[in-house]
């Protein structure tokens, strides 16, 4: 394989161009949360915040549970018995449709990436996240 040729795959990669995973924006996000909330969404998706626990008591998106990457990377390889122990909540089946978020983007991108490594292929990514989220929003989960 020539050179180039591998340097375009990983940086198609790296930006997430190569990624299958369908982009959230705040509109998309704020109408998952209410139905989230309200018990009106699909029971095959779930919206996860991988923030750390601290980031996460500070506020939450509505709905969102928490994984966090840094002290749980790849948490959804896990067994559902491990994930619920470590997690505190059942592990999303692989075939629910999972969408990401984190601070600014960052965490939410690199885990939809493990995401797709554990074999979940309905993933989702708000990359506005948490910094976009509360630009808008003025009332939040709390723990």
Not at 23 to 49: H, M, N, Q, R, W
Not at 122 to 131: A, E, P, V
Request: proline share 5%; net charge negative; glycine share 8%.
């Amino acid at each position: 394989m020539k050179l180039s040729t591998l340097f375009s795959t990983f940086v198609c990669v790296t930006l997430g161009v190569a990624s299958s995973a369908k982009e959230y924006s705040y509109f998309d996000v704020k109408k998952l949360s209410e139905s989230l909330v309200d018990g009106s969404a699909p029971a095959d998706t779930i919206l996860i915040d991988v923030r750390e626990p601290s980031e996460y008591a500070a506020g939450f998106i509505p709905g969102a549970f928490n994984m966090p990457l840094k002290t749980q990377s790849f948490a959804l390889c896990k067994s559902p018995e491990e994930f619920e122990t470590a997690m505190g909540f059942p592990k999303p089946s692989k075939n629910m449709h999972v969408v990401f978020y984190c601070q600014s983007g960052v965490r939410a991108r690199m885990a939809e990436k493990q995401g797709e490594q554990c074999g979940y292929e309905n993933r989702g990514i708000y990359l506005g996240s948490w910094k976009e989220w509360s630009q808008y929003e003025t009332e939040v989960g709390q723990c």
